[in-house]
């Protein structure tokens, strides 16, 4: 017994207490240092942010999934090391690890796309909540974001879902600023001058109109000749406007410009039917 209990096994018994110790200790001062950086910057994330929601869940959900991967990262390690420390070769579980790690990635590499395309997504503010986009051939409001997709509720109502992975070229009709167009038909024989000075007194009331004042980011601009098909000939008017008021914008010059055009005896083509 007393040959058993020799010193240099009680000496070795007792480094591997150390270590092991000296190990979780490590872990837990990691986990601790992370908590503490993550609560940090989501304070930090929630007073620069305060006015803007949206950003802040984005840059939340970041947050969150950093978080996440660090203390993974953290107890995989500490659990590899501890293994080493008491003896057990942690090669042939690296090898089985790997090839399980290749096999599921096989498996699910769709879904890893979907959620480094969310990543990226919200790393680089795309889009968000709210905005309007059009994305694989679908236009519409975003309703939610998520790490793997996301949902656009389409004008008459219809709900897609999209996958985050399969997102590649987005117009965002709703960022920096907007443009409201609208084209009026004009008959052939229509004095395109006379129209043309109608519209542009109609585009002078139009502005101080309450309804849209505040959406103007510059006077509307009248084209003039833009186009011309078999049937009419198109004059263009157009107007920088804040943010996705272009279409409520659109539709006050609209009925401006259709008055006008009345009250100045300039006809409107009418597409004919077939």
């Given at each position: ?6 010193e ?7 480094s ?20 503490i ?12 942010y ?12 970041l ?7 660090a ?17 057990i ?9 790997g090839?399980?790690?290749?096999a599921?990635?096989l ?6 796309k ?22 694989n051939?679908?236009?519409g409001d ?26 590649r070229?987005?117009a965002?009709?709703?960022?920096d ?31 101080e109109?309450?309804e849209?004042?505040d ?11 833009n186009?011309?098909?078999a ?10 406007v ?8 659109a ?12 009250d100045?005896g300039v006809a ?7």
């Open positions: 017994m007393r040959e058993f209990l020799s240099p096994l009680v000496a070795g018994f007792v591997i207490i150390v270590s092991l110790a000296l190990t979780l200790l490590g872990l837990i001062v990691g986990l601790w240092l992370v908590r950086v993550s609560s940090g910057a989501e304070a930090h994330i929630r007073q620069t305060a006015d803007d929601e949206d950003r802040s869940a984005r840059l939340g959900t947050l969150r999934t950093g978080s996440y991967t203390k993974a990262a953290l107890v995989s390690s500490t659990v590899l090391v501890g293994l080493s420390t008491v003896g070769p942690i090669g042939p579980m690296l090898t089985a690890a090839i399980l790690g290749l599921v990635s498996g699910a590499q769709t879904l890893i979907d959620v480094l395309g969310g990543m990226i997504i919200l790393l680089e503010d795309q889009y968000r909540v709210g905005d309007n986009i059009t994305v051939g679908v236009n975003v309703e939610k974001i998520t790490l793997r997709r996301t949902n656009l509720r389409e004008e008459n109502g219809d709900l897609h879902i999209v996958s985050n992975g399969d997102v070229a987005v965002n009709k709703t960022r600023w907007s443009r409201a167009l609208v084209e009026i038909n004009l008959a052939f024989d229509a004095d395109v001058d006379k129209a043309v000075a109608a519209l542009a007194d109609a585009m002078t009331r139009a502005i109109d309450v849209i004042t959406a103007l980011a510059e006077p509307p601009e009248i084209l003039g000749w186009q011309f098909s049937w009419a000939v198109t004059v263009r008017l157009r107007a920088k804040a943010p996705g008021s272009q279409w409520r914008v539709r006050v010059l609209r009925r401006y410009a259709l008055e006008a055009l009345h100045a409107v083509a009418s597409r004919p039917t077939v």
